[in-house]
């Protein structure tokens, strides 16, 4: 019994390496932006609805990136562009404050000498219960204790006490 259809080959692909690449680093392009415009909160801290989310949409991206052809080639080259271009991102991020600032955005001030700033718990979805479990993991109870809050770009809330 053949396990691949009879012509099917495990390392001939059915399209050019170069349109995999291509249709990679789209897919790769996109998804940064779609979750960059959920915030912050949503990359650093998963929920399981954030990571059912994360799940499904690689599964609604596959296809998108190997348009059908399932051979073991395709899956190198779509797996060593993913890869690449990551590095590439993580590089220029490093390198550049300019963008930097595009992928990962800026720190964000919640609670500034004891006062809460609604807006941006709007603007990043970050709810009061949320708020107030970091500072509880800080060692305070009180937003009064707070001289500064910040949602850093990597989802964290870091707390700085007021001084004593």
């Given amino acids: 019994m053949a396990l691949l259809p009879v012509g099917v080959s495990l390392w001939t692909l059915g399209q050019p390496w170069w349109e995999f690449v291509l249709r990679?680093?789209?897919?790769?392009?996109?998804?940064?932006?779609?979750?960059?415009?959920?915030?912050?909160?949503?990359?650093?801290?998963?929920?399981?609805?954030?990571?059912?989310?994360?799940?499904?949409?690689?599964?609604?991206?596959?296809?998108?990136?190997?348009?059908?052809?399932?051979?073991?080639?395709?899956?190198?080259?779509?797996?060593?562009?993913?890869?690449?271009?990551?590095?590439l991102v993580s590089w220029l991020t490093y390198r550049s404050k300019k963008v930097q600032k595009i992928v990962e955005g800026n720190p964000l001030v919640l609670i500034h000498n004891g006062k809460v700033v609604p807006s941006m718990l709007a603007s990043e979805e970050v709810t009061q219960h949320e708020l107030m479990a970091a500072l509880r993991a800080a060692g305070l109870g009180s937003v009064e204790e707070v001289h500064v809050a910040i949602l850093e770009t990597n989802g964290h809330i870091s707390v700085i006490p007021r001084p004593r």
């Fill in 24 to 87: 990679a680093i789209l897919v790769y392009g996109f998804l940064l932006v779609i979750l960059r415009l959920t915030g912050k909160r949503q990359v650093g801290q998963l929920s399981p609805f954030d990571l059912v989310l994360l799940l499904v949409l690689s599964n609604a991206v596959q296809n998108s990136m190997n348009g059908g052809d399932n051979t073991v080639s395709a899956g190198f080259i779509l797996a060593g562009t993913l890869v690449a271009v990551n590095a």
